[in-house]
């Protein structure tokens, strides 16, 4: 649940949390350490760690606990592939009459075949005897959005399941805004009167965070009050890398690296900015997406964030290519507009999150996906 770790870990959470309010609840099993804190707050945490062999997540208490504790729940939700928590649960609950679920999170996506040619073949040698395995026997592998399920049918040759588009979700943004962009602009106040375009995500080139700064430094000269600022945890090093290319490119000056942002200094950098930049080569949802489009900031993505069609449709953004020349127009379109059209885009991200990434409606929706008594999210009622 090491929140850093993006995705899977927010979603699980916020499921948490809007299950409470639908009048449900949840438990989560993690294979964190005992020691951790991640989670809580969150209702019951089990920590069933420490784990073997690496990232794999090898884990000899899993299984018995599953079999002893799983009979206790309506449903067991899966996040995530490719690690051993998605095979101990297929071994504790295959042909029992606990269901359970698969939340892939982008992780069947055809770009990571492409882009890592030696993991995908790893993956292909442990895919059928075991992740086709949970996927086939999964009551339901759940989805995101409709591109992501489309996508999902391209990586494996053999493939099995019975899909479901259940959505993604976050809960409205806590706190008070103003107090939020003051607490931003006091921990970073040479971005103060500033025009400030947003990166919030891990720093990995997947996020095409060189297109960023390279599309940044193509339009900067334009304006000179444009600053961008790039805030994210820094695993691999990649920092530095991005830091040089921003120097050859003459804009070092203009960006500003937070690192990892959280709570009310993160909402506080949605809040001072105005617009979101997310050019990713592979997304499947992108947490910080909705996130931005709930803070009726406009958001600037690739046509590789699987929800891209959502945020055309609703013209809450742009979209275009994951490439540098993509990233580059995209940007210049988002420039030129007037303050009219940036005022009905802004608009249009707050209606699009409410529309389609709110968590009351996502998790409904999963309640009734897994069998649940159905619900009705309450801002839908109101409405």
Avoid at 131 to 146: G, Q
């Amino acid at each position: 649940m090491n929140p850093a770790q993006g995705g899977p870990s927010e979603n699980a959470a916020q499921i948490c949390r809007a299950l409470t309010g639908l009048g449900g609840s949840a438990d989560i099993a993690t294979l964190d350490e005992p020691s951790v804190t991640w989670g809580d707050g969150l209702g019951r945490v089990f920590r069933l760690g420490p784990t073997r062999l690496g990232t794999y997540g090898y884990s000899e208490r899993l299984v018995g606990w599953l079999r002893a504790h799983a009979i206790e729940y309506n449903a067991v939700v899966v996040h995530g592939l490719w690690q051993y928590h998605g095979l101990a649960t297929w071994r504790a609950l295959s042909g029992t009459q606990v269901p359970y679920y698969v939340f892939t999170h982008g992780m069947l996506d055809p770009w990571f075949k492409h882009r890592f040619p030696l993991k995908h073949l790893k993956k292909q040698l442990y895919w059928p005897w075991a992740e086709y395995r949970v996927l086939r026997d999964a009551s339901a592998v759940l989805f995101t959005c409709e591109e992501e399920r489309r996508l999902a049918r391209q990586s494996f040759g053999q493939y099995r399941a019975n899909e479901a588009v259940v959505g993604c979700g976050i809960s409205s943004p806590p706190g008070n805004a103003a107090e939020q962009r003051e607490l931003f602009l006091r921990r970073f106040p040479e971005l103060r009167d500033k025009r400030l375009l947003l990166f919030l995500g891990r720093l990995h080139p997947k996020k095409g965070c060189d297109l960023v700064v390279e599309s940044f430094s193509a339009v900067a000269q334009k304006d000179p009050s444009l600053h961008l600022v790039m805030a994210g945890p820094d695993h691999a090093g990649y920092q530095a890398e991005l830091m040089s290319l921003a120097m050859r490119a003459g804009v070092a000056s203009r960006i500003c690296w937070t690192g990892m942002l959280r709570d009310e200094l993160k909402w506080g950098a949605f809040r001072a900015a105005q617009a979101f930049t997310l050019p990713s080569h592979q997304e499947n949802f992108g947490i910080s997406v909705a996130e931005a489009l709930a803070c009726s900031l406009p958001v600037l993505l690739s046509n590789k964030v699987n929800i891209w069609r959502e945020i055309a449709s609703a013209q809450a953004g742009l979209v275009g290519d994951d490439t540098p020349a993509g990233a580059t127009s995209t940007l210049q379109t988002w420039v030129a507009l007037d303050a009219t059209q940036r005022e009905r885009m802004a608009q249009n991200a707050l209606r699009c999150f409410h529309d389609h990434f709110h968590i009351d409606a996502t998790t409904a929706q999963l309640m009734n996906t897994i069998g649940a008594p159905p619900v009705t999210p309450p801002h839908q009622s109101a409405a």
